[in-house]
């Protein structure tokens, strides 16, 4: 039983960390804003979130859990709430790009 919680906590660690390398390099390749605040949210939080499974199917006592718990709720309740309001201040003064293909009815046409 050992070897097998073993190896899907190294499988999550492995995994969580190659996400969490895919939205750092996101973050420094993308050149839209709207895509870099995407590629620091979905891959980073879900890679997080099984870096934190793997830590928790390797420990021993079961009272350090609920140090994880928070922080992974910490983390699910703050990335998307963070990227929500920058999203929405950039929308508001007008974007960095626009795009002349999308029609945007709230905003005034230039």
Not at 45 to 56: A, E, N, Q, S, T
Not at 97 to 108: F, Y
Request: proline residues 4%; aromatic residues 6%; charged residues 15%.
């Amino acid at each position: 039983m050992r070897l097998a919680l073993d190896i899907a906590s190294a499988f999550c660690l492995l995994t969580g960390a190659f996400l969490a390398l895919i939205a750092a390099i996101g973050v420094a390749r993308f050149n839209n804003l709207f895509s870099r605040m995407h590629a620091a949210t979905k891959p980073q939080v879900l890679g997080l979130l099984l870096i934190l499974l793997g830590i928790g199917l390797r420990m021993e006592a079961w009272s350090d859990l609920g140090l994880l718990v928070l922080v992974a709720v910490f983390q699910l309740l703050t990335a998307p709430v963070a990227a929500h309001m920058l999203g929405r201040a950039v929308y508001r003064i007008g974007g960095p790009d626009s795009d002349e293909r999308l029609v945007d009815e709230k905003m005034p046409a230039d």
